[in-house]
Every structure is written in structure tokens, then in C-alpha cells.
């Protein structure tokens, strides 16, 4: 499972109807209008790198996104000791 937060900046007032079609899309498990550098971030989970991939790209088609970042969620690391 691969999981990340793909920060989105949106053209003027259309951060909400972004929020919206992003959170039908499938893998995204969340999608919030937030405030600062970005206007919208999702939080994602998809089966592996190549589906994220196809994701960004399907997010970054929406109609007013201009720009995305996106951070992957390093694993917890597990210590024998």
C-alpha cells in the first residue's frame, strides 16, 4: 500500500469544486480546502508508485489546478530491539 498527501494550488475559487471531483476519484480517501501555501490537499492510498503516478496525473487534469505537490508517507520503521 502506497500512501501520500498531494498538496494542490488552485486558479481563484475554484479550490471547493476541485475538493469535490478529486474526492470521487478512485484511491482518494480525502480531500479538505485548507489554508496557506496550498488550497487544497488529499490524502491518498493506492496499491503501488505507478497508480499514485496515474492519480497525480488524473488530479492535475482537473479544471482549475495549477500546481501539486506531492509527499509520500515513509513507512513506520519497525526495531527488533
Same mark, same amino acid.
Given at each position: #500500500? ?27 480517501? #480525502? ?7 496550498? $488550497? ?8 503501488? =508508485? ?11 487534469? =482537473? ?15 519497525? $526495531?527488533?530491539?
Amino acid at each position: #500500500m502506497q500512501r501520500a498527501y498531494v498538496f494542490i494550488n488552485a486558479e481563484p475559487g475554484k479550490l471547493w469544486q476541485i475538493a469535490d471531483v478529486a474526492s470521487k476519484l478512485r484511491g482518494v480517501r #480525502m480531500a479538505d480546502a485548507i489554508t496557506g501555501e496550498f $488550497d487544497v490537499v488529499l490524502y491518498v492510498e493506492v496499491e503501488d =508508485i505507478s497508480q499514485l503516478s496515474n492519480l497525480i496525473g488524473l488530479v492535475q487534469n =482537473i479544471k482549475g489546478v495549477t500546481r501539486t505537490h506531492t509527499s509520500v508517507v515513509i513507512p513506520a520503521r519497525v $526495531d527488533d530491539g
